[in-house]
Nanobody, 129 residues
């Protein structure tokens, strides 16, 4: 059974930083080759892609709204996905989810949430101005 557990969410002031973690277990694919991403969902908004390893290797991609401020990374030895968030803004307030799939995703399609089979329960990030 696949499990993904996020942590690290908190309430911070604008300009601050947080690092989110997502520990995964029970995968049928190698953690280093699973297609993994971070999504977020603010109240009354659709869930949106934030950052990803869209092709299963080392290539990363980001939503324009977070590019240059957020960094996605992973530790294959710990089966852990990270999201380092710097220069946080009030509009970054949302529930953050990690997601994964063993099915190949084209580079331009990683934002389609329906492509991911596995989701965590989410961790809340609140940014106050």
């Amino acid at each position: 059974q696949v499990q993904m557990v996020e942590s690290g969410g908190d309430s911070v002031q604008a300009g601050g930083s947080l690092r989110l973690s997502c520990v995964a277990s029970g995968y049928t694919c190698s953690f280093s080759t699973c297609y993994m991403a971070w999504f977020r969902q603010a109240p009354e908004k659709d869930r949106e892609g934030v950052a990803a390893f869209p092709t299963g290797g080392g290539t990363t991609d980001y939503a324009d709204s977070v590019r240059g401020r957020f960094t996605i990374s992973r530790d294959n030895t710990k089966n852990t996905l990270y999201l380092q968030m710097n220069s946080l803004k009030s509009e970054d307030t949302a529930m953050y989810y990690c997601a994964a799939t063993s099915s190949p995703i084209s580079f331009g399609s990683w934002r389609d949430r329906w492509r991911y089979s596995y989701w965590g329960q989410g961790t809340q990030v609140s940014v106050t101005s």
